[in-house]
């Protein structure tokens, strides 16, 4: 598996209009893209610093996974994800040949075109893990 970069750190909020004013009217960042993931039930909002980006994760359904997040944790730090030079999919396989659990057995379309998959958070030290690639 071959990691380039943080690609993202993922944050659940109840609404994206009543976080981004911290974001960029205290942290002094600036949102550059809002768009809806329908399949994921999620309304993201990007922001960058530096060459990682942070992604602001509003559920638009009760059912949708950070819905349910944001019910048991509160709003906050929900993943992690890791830009992939060799591919998602062959880290997906690899992950799972040395035993870690996989929430998706393939790559799936992702905010911003990315190719996307996630590990288990009960094999990895409890962090939400994304890989991703472009």
Do not use: W
Request: charged letters at 25%; glycine letters at 8%.
């Amino acid at each position: 598996m071959k990691i380039s970069h943080i690609e993202h750190l993922g944050i659940a909020v109840k609404s994206i209009e009543e976080a981004l004013p911290y974001y960029e009217n205290v942290l002094g960042l600036k949102c550059y893209n809002i768009e809806t993931v329908e399949d994921q039930k999620v309304r993201t909002a990007f922001l960058k610093v530096g060459d990682t980006k942070i992604e602001l994760l509003e559920p638009t359904s009760p059912e949708s996974t950070i819905a349910k997040f944001i019910e048991n944790k509160g709003a906050g730090v929900h993943h992690v994800a890791f830009a992939m030079e060799d591919g998602v999919a062959n880290a997906l396989a690899e992950a799972e040949e040395k035993g870690i659990r996989l929430i998706d057995k393939a790559p799936r379309k992702g905010a911003e075109g990315l190719n996307i998959a996630f590990l288990h958070p009960k094999s990895t030290l409890g962090v939400l893990t994304e890989l991703c690639e472009h």
